[in-house]
T-cell receptor, first 110, second 114 residues
Framework: QKEVEQDPGPLSVPEGAIVSLNCTYSNSAFQYFMWYRQYSRKGPELLMYTYSSGNKEDGRFTAQVDKSSKYISLFIRDSQPSDSATYLCAIGYGNNRLAFGKGNQVVVIP | DAGITQSPRYKITETGRQVTLMCHQTWSHSYMFWYRQDLGHGLRLIYYSAAADITDKGEVPDGYVVSRSKTENFPLTLESATRSQTSVYFC?????????????FGQGTRLTVV
C-alpha cells in the first residue's frame, strides 16, 4: 500500500467555486504535510506547509490536517482560471524525503 | 540566477544507450533528490543525497546511478536506457532546519527512450 493516497481523478469547476482536494496517509509517524502546485510542463512548487492538526490559511487557500484520521485537505476559495494546475499532496519523512500523492488535475472554467 | 537548474530539458535516446541528466543548485542545500513522474504513479523517489559523497536509494533506484562529488551538483545516469525509463525527471533540493522538509524543484527533464 502506497503511503500517501490521493484519488487522481481530474476536477473541473466553474470560476468562483470552492475546490476541495484530499489525501490520506498510513503512517502515524508522519509529521510534515505539504501541498504542491504544478503547472503544465513545470516543476512542482510549494503551496502550503503545515506540521500540526488544524487549519492553516493563506489567502484563498486553506490546508487542513486531521492526524487522528490521517487525512489532509486543501480548499481553494473563489477559484480562478489561474488556479488550473495539478495539486499534489506530500508528506515529509526521514532524511528530508517526501512521499507524494498521485495528484489532482484541476481545471477552473471561466 | 539562484535556484535549481536541470539540463537538458528534453532528451530523446535509444534503448541501451547511457544518458546523464544534470542538476545544479545554487542554494548550497544539503539534500538533493531525483524523482520521476509518470501518469498513474505520481512522483517517485529514485535516489537522494544528504551531502556530498553521501547517496542512498529511494523507491525506484534500479537502472540508475548517481554521484555527488560537489554539494551543488547531483547528476543522474541511466546506465543502459530502457523504454520503461521514459518519464519526466525532476531534481529537487532541501535544507533541514526547524523541522522543515519542503523541497524546491527544477523544471524537469522530459526523457524519451525509443
Amino acid at each position: 500500500q502506497k503511503e500517501v493516497e490521493q484519488d487522481p481523478g481530474p476536477l473541473s469547476v466553474p470560476e468562483g467555486a470552492i475546490v476541495s482536494l484530499n489525501c490520506t496517509y498510513s503512517n502515524s509517524a508522519f509529521q510534515y504535510f505539504m501541498w504542491y502546485r504544478q503547472y503544465s510542463r513545470k516543476g512542482p512548487e510549494l503551496l502550503m506547509y503545515t506540521y500540526s492538526s488544524g487549519n492553516k490559511e493563506d489567502g484563498r487557500f486553506t490546508a487542513q490536517v486531521d492526524k487522528s484520521s490521517k487525512y489532509i485537505s486543501l480548499f481553494i476559495r473563489d477559484s480562478q482560471p489561474s488556479d488550473s494546475a495539478t495539486y499534489l499532496c506530500a508528506i515529509g519523512y526521514g532524511n528530508n524525503r517526501l512521499a507524494f500523492g498521485k495528484g489532482n488535475q484541476v481545471v477552473v472554467i471561466p | 540566477d539562484a535556484g535549481i537548474t536541470q539540463s537538458p530539458r528534453y532528451k530523446i535516446t535509444e534503448t541501451g544507450r547511457q544518458v546523464t541528466l544534470m542538476c545544479h543548485q545554487t542554494w548550497s542545500h544539503s539534500y538533493m533528490f531525483w524523482y520521476r513522474q509518470d501518469l498513474g504513479h505520481g512522483l517517485r523517489l529514485i535516489y537522494y543525497s544528504a551531502a556530498a559523497d553521501i547517496t542512498d536509494k529511494g523507491e525506484v533506484p534500479d537502472g540508475y546511478v548517481v554521484s555527488r562529488s560537489k554539494t551543488e551538483n547531483f547528476p543522474l545516469t541511466l546506465e543502459s536506457a530502457t523504454r520503461s525509463q521514459t518519464s519526466v525527471y525532476f531534481c529537487a533540493s532541501s535544507e533541514p532546519g526547524l523541522g522543515r522538509t519542503e523541497a524546491f524543484f527544477g523544471q524537469g527533464t522530459r526523457l524519451t527512450v525509443v
